[in-house]
């Protein structure tokens, strides 16, 4: 199993930048598959970004492709979700979530067994 725990989050200036890290705690780090999802009020939780166990395959949604990056640091197993360029309509909490048997391409929220608590972005106009 795999606990994680979002921080990062905050109220930005459309236009600005966060970075969200994740935390995890457990074992085999590198063998989970890790994404980004996020939730705004009203709306059904939707991917972001995913990255494999080494780092070197990364899928994005489209809504944020050139403007977020997802990476990782599995020596202090983190995640990280670099996002620039922020708009209003990425408002939203963002959630961190792991899988072992996921493939990097999987932007399903079905697909992850195991989330974080989230953490509130709020991008003004």
């Known amino acids: 199993q795999v606990q994680l725990v979002e921080s990062g989050g905050g109220l930005v200036q459309a236009g600005g930048s966060l970075r969200l890290s994740c935390a995890a705690s457990g074992r085999s780090f590198s063998s989970y598959v890790l994404g980004w999802f996020r939730q705004a009020p009203g709306k059904e939780r939707e991917f972001v970004a995913s990255i494999s166990g080494f780092g070197t395959v990364t899928y994005y949604a489209d809504s944020v492709k050139g403007r977020f990056t997802i990476s990782r640091e599995n020596a202090r197993s983190t995640l990280y979700l670099q996002m620039n360029s922020l708009k209003p309509e990425d408002t939203a909490v963002y959630y961190c979530?792991?899988?072992?048997?996921?493939?990097?391409?999987?932007?399903?929220?079905?697909?992850?067994?195991?989330w974080g608590q989230g953490t509130q972005v709020t991008v003004s106009s």
């Open positions: 979530a792991a899988d072992r048997g996921a493939s990097v391409y999987y932007s399903q929220v079905r697909n992850y067994d195991y």
